[in-house]
């Protein structure tokens, strides 16, 4: 629980949770969690949580905001606005492998046309997406397998991995924390200390 770090975030596997985000509840009070986070003074837990909330669609997140009467707009709430469209940016960069070609390349010509094939596929049916973290699984290198020659899925999976490492890294700021994740893990070791 409460995760610092990517590989303990993917080991939760929230993945199946966020792709399928019109499951109820059909609002996200991304605002109240944020409040109730400072009330316990966890600002660990926000770049995580608030993660989770931003890879809502905009509609859920905005009658979420709208429950319990009009809230006040402090600058941590506007931060989490500006993280929205922030974190929608985050796939494209996670999904840069898509617009590479790579010099190791056995079959050029194959592995450019799928390449184009999948960034069409993505832009045509996740461009509403604002998940950076989930939008490329590792099941996906398995469909993609005899369709890539070897050499550029080694290469893609390297990129991707590194992008997704670079979102994680960024989410504390993106977030508003002006801290590392490291420095997060500390706070919380202290905090849960029995
Ligand atoms: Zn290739």
């Given at each position: 629980?409460?995760?610092?770090?990517?590989?303990?975030?993917?080991?939760?596997?929230?993945?199946?949770?966020?792709?399928?985000?019109?499951?109820?509840?059909?609002?996200?009070?991304?605002?109240?969690?944020?409040?109730?986070?400072?009330?316990?003074?966890?600002?660990?837990?926000?770049?995580?949580?608030?993660?989770?909330?931003?890879?809502?669609?905009?509609?859920?997140?905005?009658?979420?905001?709208?429950?319990?009467?009009?809230?006040?707009?402090t600058p941590e709430k506007r931060v989490i606005l500006i993280a929205c469209p922030e974190q929608a940016?985050?796939?494209?960069?996670?999904?840069?492998?898509?617009?590479?070609?790579?010099?190791?390349?056995?079959?050029?010509?194959?592995?450019?046309?799928?390449?184009?094939?999948?960034?069409?596929?993505?832009?045509?049916?996740?461009?509403?997406?604002?998940?950076?973290?989930?939008?490329?699984?590792?099941?996906?290198?398995?469909v993609v397998a005899g369709d890539l020659c070897a050499e550029c899925i080694g290469q893609c999976r390297?990129?991707?991995?590194?992008?997704?490492?670079?979102?994680?890294?960024?989410?504390?700021?993106?977030?508003?924390?002006?801290?590392?994740?490291?420095?997060?893990?500390?706070?919380?070791?202290?905090?849960?200390?029995?």
């Open positions: 629980m409460y995760p610092t770090s990517l590989k303990a975030w993917d080991r939760l596997g929230y993945s199946r949770d966020i792709i399928n985000l019109r499951a109820p509840p059909d609002v996200y009070p991304v605002f109240q969690i944020l409040d109730l986070l400072k009330e316990i003074d966890a600002p660990w837990l926000v770049p995580a949580i608030m993660y989770l909330g931003c890879s809502n669609p905009i509609q859920r997140i905005l009658d979420g905001v709208a429950l319990g009467g009009p809230p006040e707009l940016l985050g796939v494209e960069s996670v999904l840069r492998f898509l617009k590479q070609r790579f010099p190791g390349c056995r079959a050029p010509e194959k592995c450019n046309t799928e390449l184009l094939q999948l960034s069409v596929f993505i832009a045509e049916n996740w461009s509403a997406c604002r998940f950076p973290l989930e939008i490329w699984e590792e099941s996906d290198w398995e390297k990129m991707h991995a590194k992008g997704r490492q670079e979102f994680w890294d960024r989410m504390p700021s993106i977030f508003g924390l002006n801290c590392k994740w490291y420095e997060l893990e500390k706070l919380k070791k202290a905090a849960l200390k029995p």
